[in-house]
């Protein structure tokens, strides 16, 4: 069966995810990622106060005292603890969480993301975004490349308000994964069906490879 693109996404994230990792997953795409994660020994952090989410349940084995951030049903390990928010955000302030992986509505060509505010539109909060932008070690961007009007999400500069000044490490998108450095946009794996001069025509900046 073909992937959805925002299965594209999550796939390839779990490629970069390493056996003992702590992994925190924001709401939306990079929930998905748990379903990809196969054998490894990646430990699966929700910021509503869970460590060991497994993969998807099955309809049998739902329960609905199991959620993670975006209120999606999980499994757990067979090591899993629970623990409360404050808990929980004191493990990411902390910087104990190895690899955090987040939505997005903008990414400027540095790697400074915007994924919480929308002018003109309901705002909801910023939740975690900024304590997991601040204190993971590595943090990973899952987002589709476009937004619904063809507009690229990676931009020269932010038009949305910041996520924090923290740069992000990757930018993985249904088409490719990107990378930043001084500046420069390295489009490191290119897996979608656009070439390269396709990529770059589409996105409006020049892009590298590396």
């Known amino acids: 069966m073909k992937l959805t693109k925002r299965d594209v996404i999550a796939k390839r994230i779990a490629q970069e995810l390493k056996d003992g990792d702590s992994v925190n997953l924001g709401v939306g795409i990079p929930t998905l990622v748990a379903k990809y994660i ?105 987002s589709t490349l476009f937004t619904k009007d063809g507009s690229p999400k990676l931009v020269e500069s932010l038009t949305l308000d910041s996520s924090g000044e923290r740069l992000v490490n990757q930018f993985v998108t249904e088409y490719a994964s990107f990378t930043f450095e001084d500046g420069k946009i390295f489009a490191d794996d290119i897996y979608g069906d656009m070439t390269f001069e396709e990529l770059q025509d589409k996105i409006g900046l020049p892009l590298t490879q590396k």
């Open 38 to 142: 196969g054998d490894k020994k990646v430990y699966l952090q929700s910021e509503n106060g869970l460590l060991g989410i497994g993969p998807p349940p099955n309809e049998d084995e739902l329960d609905i005292d199991l959620i993670d951030a975006g209120k999606n049903p999980v499994s757990i390990m067979p090591d899993a603890s629970y623990f409360d928010s404050a808990f929980s955000f004191g493990m990411i302030r902390g910087h104990h969480i190895d690899v955090a992986v987040l939505g997005t509505l903008e990414v400027d060509r540095y790697g400074e993301i915007a994924n919480w505010s929308v002018p003109n539109q309901p705002i909801l909060g910023v939740g975690g975004a900024m304590d997991l932008v601040a204190g993971a070690k590595k943090v990973i961007v899952a």
